[in-house]
């Protein structure tokens, strides 16, 4: 810059100091002293620079570059265990002088049940012993994860996460049948988990109506009636009948009907989009963003020793305990695969009895934080603003209702730290100087927990209050071995229930630590 400023004293010695150029009308002069009645002159003309084109692909390289230690895993386990198992064993589990287990089966292969049973027949692997009532089971469990992290530029970067957990058993009873003289599966029964990280942003900034009332909840009760048309299209044995709400065996309460109207809704995906597969197999990334970079913006860095700028998401998608109806045990399960949504019996409620039945369908979805801003100003002081946010759906299937947990957190602080403070007073005819730390938090947390019921429509808070915490505390080091502390904690509560009572608890005091020395 072509630009010189020249600061005299009332003395008329020049002023030294630093000069940066504001904008194109106004600059800024940085004395290295004090100075008082000073006299500011200033010459020449701030030279326009030419646009760097060269910046601008350098900045998409760094971008498309900016991914740094990229790591996804995938396990896999799987188990059987089949009791009554007759033939004999040599190398690793086969029997190399009858037709038994081979390689295949002794180096991980898990049949099928069809296979299986063929195998028990033809190989005769099974004692043939009716009474033999010890369960057949097969265990499988996959684990995929992935975790990356991108930095297009310093001080910013993203760490994204996405994981997938599903785990299955079968068990069934292979019995023998002296009357026909071979093997019949009796009872068999899948159970299993899963879960995966999602996406369910679409519906997390809705809030709550009046009287803690969901659009989210209404809107999920609206696309009942798209979802049981939806799967009646899929279903060979249904007859879709285009004026009707609600098509014949997909009613509004059908498990697979709820099942996709719940995670359409809650996710913001509209009923005629959402994906009609119950497990999906790609789990949605989440996400933690941090940026300390302001620190080297000369308005900031004039002001801060550091500042960091934090946030985080992070949405789980969880079916617990579901298991197969025992109605379709006579069906294979390739001919689920060519028919998902098959069913042919129903229910005494006048539905469709899904291949599943399910306990529960839950979201946990957590902004920790939604933003954070922690600070340390020039003069050592430390501050902190949080905000959180955090909501936990689930819908229970036994008795159709949604219950739901919002919370919302704000919390403020600031701190300040000195390895040698001066007291103003006299302490035994001398004044002590010793590290002193003082600290002070204010709180405010809003937390509910409301049941919606869908077959009666009604919605109800069950549990739920706004929460004040205030937080001030000194501590000062008396000697190396003794701390003196002053604190005083407040918290106040006023409940959304009318079975409790607002309520507010003060504590406050002083103590001394002794630390022993060794």
Not at 320 to 337: D, I, K, P, R
Not at 358 to 384: G, W
Request: charged fraction near 20%; hydrophobic fraction near 35%; avoid cysteine.
């Amino acid at each position: 810059e072509d630009i010189e400023v020249v600061v005299l004293a009332q003395n008329g010695d020049t002023v030294k100091g630093k000069v940066e150029v504001v904008d194109d009308r106004r600059i800024r002069f940085i004395a290295a002293t004090d100075v008082r009645g000073a006299t500011v002159a200033i010459t020449g003309k701030r030279i326009r620079k030419k646009m760097d084109w060269g910046v601008i692909p350098n900045t998409l390289v760094r971008m498309a570059t900016g991914f740094k230690n990229i790591s996804i895993s995938y396990t896999q386990t799987n188990g059987t265990v089949l009791p009554g198992y007759a033939s004999g064993t040599d190398i690793l589990g086969m029997n190399l002088g009858g037709a038994s287990i081979g390689p295949d089966f002794a180096f991980g292969r898990q049949y099928d049940d069809q296979d299986l049973q063929n195998k028990i027949v033809q190989d005769s692997w099974l004692v043939r012993d009716s009474t033999l009532n010890q369960m057949f089971m097969r265990t499988h469990s996959s684990t995929l994860s992935g975790n990356a992290t991108y930095e297009p530029f310093r001080g910013f970067r993203i760490t994204f996460n996405a994981d997938r957990s599903y785990s299955e058993n079968y068990q069934t009873n292979y019995r023998y049948v002296p009357s026909e003289n071979d093997f019949r599966t009796q009872n068999p029964l899948t159970m299993g988990n899963f879960s995966m990280s999602y996406m369910t942003l679409g519906s997390f900034f809705d809030g709550l109506g009046p009287n803690f009332s969901s659009p989210t909840f209404d809107r999920m009760l609206q696309h009942r009636s798209v979802l049981s048309k939806r799967l009646a299209e899929q279903n060979p044995n249904s007859n879709v009948n285009p004026n009707a709400i609600y098509q014949l065996g997909f009613g509004g309460n059908q498990t697979d009907v709820l099942y996709y109207s719940f995670i359409s809704a809650y996710t913001g995906v509209d009923a005629e989009s959402q994906s009609l597969n119950m497990f999906p197999q790609i789990p949605i990334p989440n996400w933690r963003l941090q940026f300390d970079g302001l620190k080297n913006i000369p308005f900031f860095a004039d002001r801060f020793k550091n500042i960091v700028l934090t946030h985080s998401y992070k949405s789980t998608l969880g079916v617990s305990g579901f298991q197969s109806n025992n109605v379709y045990n006579n069906l294979s399960s390739a001919y689920w695969q060519s028919n998902p949504f098959g069913y042919s019996e129903f229910g005494a409620d006048g539905n469709y009895i899904s291949r599943f039945f399910l306990n529960s369908v839950s979201i946990q979805e957590q902004f920790q934080p939604l933003i954070k801003v922690d600070m340390t100003f020039k003069n050592e002081v430390q501050t902190a603003v949080e905000v959180k946010s955090s909501r936990n759906v689930s819908l229970n299937f036994p008795n159709n209702q949604v219950t739901e947990t919002n919370s919302f957190e704000v919390s403020v602080g600031a701190g300040y730290k000195v390895a040698k403070f001066k007291l103003p007073f006299l302490i035994n005819g001398r004044r002590l100087e010793n590290g002193f730390n003082v600290r002070a938090d204010i709180g405010w947390r809003d937390n509910s927990t409301i049941i919606r019921k869908i077959q009666e429509e009604v919605q109800q808070i069950t549990a739920g209050q706004q929460q004040i915490t205030i937080k001030i505390f000194a501590e000062y080091e008396l000697s190396k071995s003794i701390t003196a502390r002053a604190f005083v904690d407040h918290m106040g509560t006023n409940p959304f229930v009318s079975n409790q009572f607002p309520n507010s608890t003060t504590n406050g005091g002083i103590s001394v630590r002794f630390t022993l020395q060794p």
